[in-house]
């Protein structure tokens, strides 16, 4: 009987309609039923990327289209620039690694931002970089990267810029054609509150011509396979169909609310996160915070392992602890995808309960209130 | 309120209980509570693939697994052999290649069988061959290999037997460790009556320490990771949450059903097409039937397009054409899974049906009665 609120950076809860579409019978997908449904979401798609150019839809996890990300736009010992700040940053370098590329790294202060123009600088002393692979939230951190400009400083050069949007993407806005990106990356479990099992990769006509030359081996994960299917209104590969399905409620739940509205919204759960937080001297892990995902610092005297396992085990609230050298150190609560105002107000309930029950210091009710006035006042009602 | 029958050779129909399963809210997957479901699911696999060795699970679909299979237990230039006798048999030789592996095909009539001693002389003779690629059902023809004694000839040399069984397991006893395969991959939508998503590899010590030489790149698709992640119960991607909830639960029932009495059930599905089809005059495409599967011969006269069109738009009952070079030629049905006698009997008042409104000849109840009596009488009964 007990409620249940999952309020981890993805995955996140899923709307009863989504849930709902995943439980119908199944179809076959070399149907036109099927390939309908596929083609409405191709063109919701377009608008969650803001882009006129197709989206791929892999039958795969987020790091399955990031390993396409590589191997479809690089070719042999190709020199890349990694930016390192995080799990998902050693992501990248991982699998171009894995791939025999050539990767150099900026590593940055996990939490930290990237000021473009210590990329600009970088690309103008190493000419040879054919791509500057990052993320646009590093999940592990709860830091958001000024993709915006970065893209400003890149796209003056020949380098390709590679996005992981996967805790992004439908977060904040991300317009794909206009901020001249090469390659976007997401991922399903987030925003568009389905189950993990879907991913997603956009490519600009510029990668587009760099994919034609590459020459890293690939199958299951081959774009241009990907995209001769989609003038078919289908997969390459059998696809996970029911997820399809669900993708299709989802986004249109997403459009219907609307896309501005979204990004609104999730803005606003973000302030209301901080301000409580503040209101409890917690302080922010990261100095570059990200909308979709907070780390707040774990007080001393605090037991970080504990509080996030008394936020599930007492309150039935799942949040996420740090990762690696993290752990312990931060917690990290999610305000993307089918998160309200309400889901904050009982975080900041069962937050201030687990603090209390660990003799931390403050005003019971000072986080929850705080929260309130960005979340329940007039002026911000969306 | 039209009652549907999917019919074809994968995906197949999901029973209500799977089906509900995936209709559950979301569970985070570093939680105990998701491990423990994994940590079923792999006993439950274990039983499946007949082994005491581990069975990795992807979140990808069976093309995914297929691949993970040539990547992890090859380097580079390795000489291959594979078995080509339809679309699938093509799609090991179109992996290989990508990756640059020397492949040696011995290519068979499409629907024909292929005899071990075969095989046999052909890596007598290639002495360098690494592997044999091949399919324990080739789904698109309907033909099925004879694997067991194909182990007892590739057994006695050090070349891996790798087996795409994904239309295979569940359907007909494939006793990995006894058998002595090398490499089985398989895959959620056939018999485990699940959605498209999920695959599977399961490999044994002979093939794991090949695999820990292999030199091809990986990332995705490495089983070493998801070996290590395993130990760990989970996964070493985000997996397809969702997904292994419904897993557990249809293996639970298969399990419930009886391993034996699936298998019983399954020939007796398949006999009673074969004897239906025998009364309608249709002769059976493969001259080396498959369990899973049934393809028929479209009889001169018929359009073997519209007969399949029609069962879908005017029955409700979906079942697979021909594809590429058996487009028209051939009508293939599924008798995996989640289908039942009564499912037959349907399926041929439908077919009969159809071949009616074409003008075929033959006596209206012919093949149902046929049916009928392999289904329904006494001693059948499982």
Redesign the interface.
Known sequence: MRK?Y?L?P?????PPEV??E??????????EQFENIFFQTQSLLKELFMTKLPVITF??????AM?AA?VNFHSEADEVLVIRGGKFGERWG??SE???LKVHYIDIKWGSGIKPEEIEKYLNINKNIKSVMIQYVETSTAAMYDIENIAKVVTKTNTLLIVDAISALGVVPLPADDWKIDVIVG?S?KSLML???LSFLWCSQKALSVSEKSN???????IKKELKALEKKTTA???????IGALNTSLTMMKSYGWENLFKKNKKLMTAIHNGLKALNIELFSSSPAVSVTAGAVPQNVDGVKLVKDM?DIHAV?I?GGQDELKGKIFRVGTLGYVDSSDIIVFFAALEACLKSQNYKFNLGAGLSAAEKVLYSEENNA
Chains 1, 2 share one sequence.
Request: hydrophobic share 40%; charged share 15%; proline share 11%.
């Open positions: 249940k999952l981890a993805g995955p996140v809860q899923a849930l709902a995943l439980a119908k019978p199944l179809i076959h997908h070399r149907t039958a795969a996890s987020g790091t399955g390993e590589v991982n699998i894995a791939y025999k991922g479990q189950p993990p099992g890293l081996p690939k199958f299951y994960f081959n590969w059998t696809p996970a169909i029911s997820l599930k799942t996420a």
